[in-house]
Structures are given as structure tokens and as C-alpha cells.
């Protein structure tokens, strides 16, 4: 079965910094999806950038970049430029390639933007 | 404007009742999943459902059971409740099994 760990809880940045978030997964397949989902007090999921595992070129959203490394199964995401709205939950989250698939989230990081 | 509509947004139920939630996909999202949420958790699958029939099921509990409309409505119900049940529901719908769209999720609280 395929898991995904996130092993920071909580994490604070000053803002206009760079923040690092990380995420591990495990999987036996060769062809899935990574995504990040950012999830504020609002409670709505949504999406902040998505990985095909077949590419090798990290996928880039604006100010979020990952950092994918198959070969470790690591997908960590980068923010750039921080910024008082990105303070939220963050859920790493993995997709069988199989369109009917359900999606893994991990426990999720609590990030913190300091004024 | 999200494009998924939950409801009813906050519900409070006794232990042992049955309840509803609904969830109202945009045109054309032939897909919907449900996932529950308890305090300090990722999100946790329940089912998903393509064009009216269920096609994916997390370790969830027979009790847990829902259903989709043609008109991209759905629903999850959950009967005797407990007070575990307690968490954040939330209904994602797709149009293709990729790129889902989150709602914001009903608040259930059993007691």
C-alpha cells in the first residue's frame, strides 16, 4: 500500500523568506501523481502544484516549485517570496495513475508566515 | 467560486442517529469522492463514484454509503452514528479523474 509522511508538523518562515516543506512516499508503482494541497482556515482543499511522475522536470507554479526525486521518493515543496496568505495546512498527497484511484494525503504541515 | 457546494456546512447529531451530507458538483464532473478528515489529520478516503455507480472504496464501514445524481448532486449518508464519526467531510468532484476540485467540506459533530 502506498504512504505518504510528512514528518514536520509545524513550520514558520519570515515573510518575503524561502520555505522548504518535505514529504516522503512509498510506493511500488512506476506511474503516479504528486500534489500539494494547501488547505487554509476556510477547510477548502486546493491544489498548489501537481507532478507527473514521468516527467523529470520539476513542476513550478509561480512562487511553488517541488523538488521531486523518484529515485528517493521525496516531493518537497519550495516557497518562494512568503507571503501572509500562504499561512495554511499543507498536505503532500499521491495518486495511482489509474484514473479511479484514490487520493493519499499525509498528515499535513502547518506553516506559519511571520510578519 | 469553488464550483462544489457542501451541505450544510457545521451539523451537530447524537450518537446513534443517521445523517446526510450533500455535495453539488459543477456540470460535466462525471466523478466524485468523499473523504473524512479528523481533527490534526490528512483527509481519509471513503468512496468515489463515476457516472452514478461506485467504483473505489476506503476502510470504511458499510454504515458509510452514498449516492450520485445525474444532475452532479451527491450524497454521503452515514447511519448509526459514532462518536469517531466526528470529523470534516469533504466531497471532491472531477471531470476526469485528475484534477479534482475540493468543496469545503461539512463539519460533523456527534455527541
Known amino acids: 500500500a502506498q504512504t505518504v509522511t510528512q514528518s514536520q508538523p509545524e513550520m514558520s518562515v519570515q515573510e518575503a523568506e524561502t520555505v522548504t516543506l518535505s514529504c516522503t512516499y512509498d510506493t511500488s508503482e512506476s506511474d503516479y501523481y504528486l500534489f500539494w494541497y494547501k488547505q487554509p482556515p476556510s477547510r477548502q482543499m486546493i491544489l498548489v502544484i501537481r507532478?507527473?511522475?514521468?516527467?523529470?522536470q520539476n513542476a513550478t507554479e509561480n512562487r511553488f516549485s517541488v523538488n521531486f526525486q523518484k529515485a528517493a521518493k521525496s516531493f518537497s515543496l519550495k516557497i518562494s517570496d512568503s507571503q501572509l496568505g500562504d499561512a495554511a495546512m499543507y498536505f503532500c498527497a499521491y495518486r495511482s495513475w489509474n484514473r479511479d484511484d484514490k487520493i493519499i494525503f499525509g498528515k499535513g504541515t502547518r506553516l506559519h508566515i511571520l510578519p | 467560486e469553488t464550483g462544489v457546494t457542501q451541505s450544510p456546512t457545521h451539523l451537530i447529531k447524537t450518537r446513534g442517529q443517521q445523517v446526510t451530507l450533500r455535495c453539488s458538483s459543477q456540470?460535466?464532473?462525471?466523478?466524485v469522492s468523499w473523504y473524512q478528515q479528523a481533527l490534526g489529520q490528512g483527509p481519509q478516503f471513503i468512496f468515489q463514484y463515476y457516472r452514478e455507480e461506485e467504483n473505489g472504496r476506503g476502510n470504511f464501514p458499510p454504515r458509510f454509503s452514498g449516492l450520485q445524481f445525474p444532475n452532479y448532486s451527491s450524497e454521503l449518508n452515514v447511519n448509526a452514528l459514532e462518536l469517531d464519526d466526528s470529523a470534516l467531510y469533504l466531497c471532491?468532484?472531477?471531470?476526469?479523474?485528475?484534477?479534482?476540485?475540493f468543496g469545503s467540506g461539512t463539519r460533523l459533530t456527534v455527541v
Open positions: 471532491a468532484s472531477s471531470p476526469d479523474s485528475y484534477g479534482y476540485t
Open positions: 456540470s460535466g464532473h462525471n466523478t
Open positions: 507532478q507527473e511522475a514521468y516527467k523529470q
